[in-house]
């Protein structure tokens, strides 16, 4: 009689001890749309707003690198696209200037302020590229000073105590000044551009395109596009980085319509029709910069400042970059990856 109770003690402590059957995980359901009228306003659209005020104190930087053979242009189009004086003043090499015997980097920081706006902007300039007989590897000190400055930057990053916002002198982008032959182009462009765009953002432009018709400056363009495709060669917008459809329309029309953009620079103003416009004089006319039937400098403009500015930066960043530090912190050249030993190392230093 009086084992009943013990066998109902063991049953309570058996069954303690037998896992509960588990529930089926929820299965998230489909967002639903919410009323925003009916529920009130959180505010989370502010986000953007709170973002432009932190970009409006801080500012942000722009690098920019111009090459190509001199007298082609490549200052008075920086000024132009971005109407003040940010490079040198390039109206042929004077008497007392010689032609530099090897390729020089020259880097000249502004900073511009445009709508509350601050922008870093820094000009690289490669004068002595292209000009030499002979420009065998011409191309070595433009690389070697993109990767110096990916070095520079991952040499702050991998520190202890880094700064709070790494300076970055990183090579956004790279505008690379075709000469406008109407035939094809030459071996040191197809060699930098091969050698370069893995590196950096290329953008090919034709320079001082008003010295070729418009028939010959539509063939050039299609001859351009067709040699770079044959070479492999990847200019900026790379295909493999459109990250969703609508990215991919837009950078495909871009791809196959406007590159490599037909451009003409003039940082001098002139009266049309009772406007102030940028514009070159002709004995047949006033060509205008930012006139499309004369010239596509202001697709240019707006592709590099309007519309890909941000994307330009965050490739450089994301890819461009993110290779070379991932080869060098792999190569292990100076730069001791973190293992499990090394941190056991460490804790018995410690």
């Not at 920019?64 to 008075?76: C, F, N």
Request: net charge negative; charged share 30%.
């Amino acid at each position: 009689p009086c084992a009943g109770p013990v066998e109902s003690k063991n049953e309570a402590a058996m069954s303690e001890l037998v896992p509960e059957p588990r529930q089926k995980p929820v299965v998230p359901m489909k967002p639903v749309g919410i009323n925003a009228n009916l529920l009130g306003y959180i505010g989370i659209d502010t986000i953007i707003e709170q973002m432009r005020k932190k970009t409006m104190k801080t500012g942000f930087d722009f690098n920019i690198m111009v090459v190509g053979q001199s007298g082609l242009g490549k200052s008075t189009l920086v000024n132009t696209l971005f109407k003040s004086q940010v490079s040198r003043k390039s109206s042929g090499w004077n008497r007392e200037e010689k032609i530099p015997k090897t390729v020089e980097i020259k880097a000249i920081g502004h900073v511009i302020e445009e709508g509350g706006v601050k922008m870093k902007l820094t000009v690289i300039d490669t004068p002595g590229f292209g000009d030499q007989i002979n420009n065998e590897n011409c191309w070595e000190p433009i690389e070697k000073y993109i990767n110096e400055q990916y070095e520079k930057f991952l040499k702050e990053e991998v520190n202890i105590a880094r700064k709070k916002r790494i300076p970055d002198t990183r090579v956004h982008c790279c505008l690379y000044f075709i000469s406008p032959t109407g035939h094809s182009l030459r071996p040191l462009d197809l060699e930098f551009m091969k050698h370069l765009s893995k590196v950096v953002n290329i953008i090919p432009v034709i320079a001082k395109a008003d010295t070729m018709t418009l028939e010959e400056k539509t063939e050039f363009k299609q001859r351009v596009r067709k040699e770079l495709e044959v070479n492999g060669i990847e200019f900026y917008p790379q295909k493999e980085f459109d990250e969703d459809l609508e990215d991919k329309t837009e950078n495909d029309k871009i791809r196959q319509e406007s590159m490599p953009f037909a451009v003409v620079g003039s940082d001098k103003e002139y009266q049309v029709n009772g406007k102030r416009v940028l514009g070159r004089k002709t004995p047949w006319g006033i060509i205008e910069v930012e006139n499309l039937t004369h010239c596509e400098f202001a697709l240019l403009r707006d592709f590099v400042i309007r519309t890909h500015l941000q994307d330009l930066k965050e490739v450089t960043h994301n890819i461009h970059y993110e290779t070379y530090r991932a080869k060098r912190l792999n190569d292990n050249g100076g730069l001791p990856p973190v293992t499990s030993e090394t941190e056991e190392n460490h804790e018995s230093n410690l």
